[in-house]
């Protein structure tokens, strides 16, 4: 009789088992979350009406030394795509991908953009700076480095030549950098940046020497027109001259007071 109830017993448990098991699949099968659909982008076709973001070039100094800069563009609320040290052999380090934006620019404008750091990349520089007539040079190492690193963003990114400006050019009321030493013309002839033909240049001069020079109000015009942002008001207001001082820097290093004298006028006039 033992044997017999545990027999039945046996195939009762078992008879259980297997409703219930087949109850949990049934629920199991009823109440099982679904794979998402998988997303698939046919990237085989691309259109032909498209261009880079890219449309400008920012060039700074970073006032600090290697470490210090690295340190500075890493690891603090400031950042640059590319760095330059003043190494003898520079190294070029790349602290942000060119897809992405980098904090160098600030509060800044050139011709209508104002949000630089959306279009723009930026490269630093290892440099002192400096003051006053106290300022520090570039090594020719630096400037042939930072002229391979151009000529490949420019090329890749279809940048313009009037494009290609110091960080004084689109922050004129708080920055100075790459400051007066920085060789302007060189990258211009080297095809990487806007320069004006000293022949003209020269020739303007002379008519503003001798029939006087223009009001501010034209003054702003043409320096608007170059992309600067100049105040309108018509006055050689302090904002206007920090500006001349800008365009100066960049255009005649020499001598950058803010005071719109025949020299720096005709140039101005001879900027396509």
């Known amino acids: 009789m033992i044997l017999q109830r545990s027999a039945v017993t046996t195939s009762r448990y078992a008879a259980t088992g297997l409703a219930v098991a087949a109850c949990a699949l049934l629920v199991g099968c009823a109440g099982a979350p679904k794979s998402p659909p998988r997303l698939e982008i046919d990237r085989s076709i691309q259109a032909q009406s498209q261009n880079s973001r890219v449309e400008f070039v920012v060039l700074h100094y970073t006032s600090a030394s290697n470490e210090r800069s690295l340190e500075l563009l890493s690891r603090r609320n400031v950042s640059s795509h590319y760095l330059i040290t003043d190494e ?19 509060v800044s404008q050139w011709f209508e953009r104002t949000d630089m750091n959306s279009a723009s990349i930026g490269i630093e520089i290892v440099n002192p700076g400096g003051a006053g007539l106290d300022w520090a040079p570039y090594s020719d190492a630096q400037i042939e480095t930072l002229l391979l690193l151009l000529k490949d963003i420019v090329q890749r990114h279809q940048i313009k030549a009037y494009n290609i400006v110091g960080h004084s050019d689109v922050a004129p009321q708080r920055k100075v950098d790459p400051g007066p030493l920085f060789p302007w013309k060189k990258l211009a002839d080297a095809g990487l940046g806007r320069w004006y033909d000293e022949t003209l240049a ?17 003054v702003q015009g043409q320096l608007e027109r170059l992309g600067y942002d100049v105040p309108k008001n018509g006055r050689l207001d302090k904002a206007t001259r920090k500006v001349i001082a ?19 006028l005709g140039i101005l006039k001879s900027l396509p």
Do not use: I, N
């Open 246 to 264: 800008a365009f100066q820097m960049h255009y005649r290093p020499r001598l950058y007071d803010g005071l719109p004298d025949a020299e720096t």
């Open 88 to 106: 003898p052999r520079p190294r070029v380090y790349q602290l942000v991908d060119e897809s992405r934006r980098a904090w160098h620019a600030g």
């Open 202 to 218: 020269a020739q303007y001069r002379g008519e503003f020497e001798r029939k006087g020079l223009p009001d501010a109000r034209w």
